[in-house]
């Protein structure tokens, strides 16, 4: 079982539309929990932290995240073309971890015109 | 501010050749990480600095991986003997915080070609 699981899609939604992407980890002691936006040939970039459980909204992104059920989702509204990248779960494990990120494989967003 | 910086950007080498590569990080965060992502694959985890001290190293895939770091600045990794499966994009991220979970900010990466 991956650490760190997330639908490799592609996902494609129009333009204007919501986009939902989800992420499932399995050690149940992890606290941190972030989002980051990778373009073609370029390094990831932080677009969301969350800690509690709960959701977190930070302009047209909102994540939520259910420590009980071990999932965290990303919610993008009024999904621009500019979106259009893959979408990588990242998580901090409890216990000895030096805050090192396990990631998932991440998810192809395409947002068409 | 200046963000992470990372040299080179690309590091084409023949397989056998020793490389070095350097990330600067963001001024005040003593927690620094490299990662590495192949072609198509996710990022691993290599090694953690706190100040100048390695208490985590491992991710490093073999010997022939090693790291440094002076103080709280500049830090650099090598690969001896460079190997075909060692081609990738090398990335380096620093962090204020620490093992709490600090968010990580990413520089722009090393793309290493071993030919």
């Known amino acids: 079982q991956k650490e760190v699981e997330q639908n490799s899609g592609p996902l494609s939604v129009p333009e204007g539309a919501i986009a939902s992407l989800n992420c499932t980890y399995s050690?149940?002691?992890?606290?941190?929990f972030f989002w980051y936006r990778q373009y073609s040939g370029k390094s990831p970039e932080l677009i969301m932290s969350i800690y509690s459980n709960g959701d977190k909204e930070d302009g047209r992104f909102t994540a939520q995240l259910n420590k009980a059920s071990q999932y965290v989702s990303l919610l993008i509204r009024d999904s621009q073309p500019s979106d259009s990248a893959t979408y990588l779960c990242?998580?901090?494990?409890?216990?000895?971890?030096?805050?090192?990120?396990?990631f998932g494989q991440g998810t192809i967003l395409t947002v068409h015109p | 501010g200046a963000g992470v910086s990372q040299s080179p950007s690309n590091k084409v080498t023949e397989k056998g050749k020793d490389v070095e590569l350097r990330c600067d990080p963001i001024s005040g965060h003593t927690a620094l990480y490299w990662y590495r992502q192949r072609l198509g694959q996710g990022l691993e985890f290599l090694i953690y600095f706190q100040g100048n001290s390695a208490p985590d190293k491992s991710g490093l895939p073999s010997d022939r991986f090693s790291a440094e770091r002076t103080g709280e600045s500049v830090s650099t990794l090598t690969i001896q003997r460079t190997q075909q499966e060692d081609s990738a994009v090398y990335l380096c991220?620093?962090?204020?915080?620490?093992?709490?979970?600090?968010?990580?900010?990413f520089g722009p990466g090393t793309r290493l070609t071993v030919t």
């Open positions: 050690d149940r002691g992890s606290q941190s």
């Open positions: 990242a998580v901090i494990a409890g216990g000895t971890s030096y805050g090192k990120l396990t």
């Open positions: 991220a620093s962090s204020y915080r620490t093992s709490s979970g600090g968010e990580q900010y």
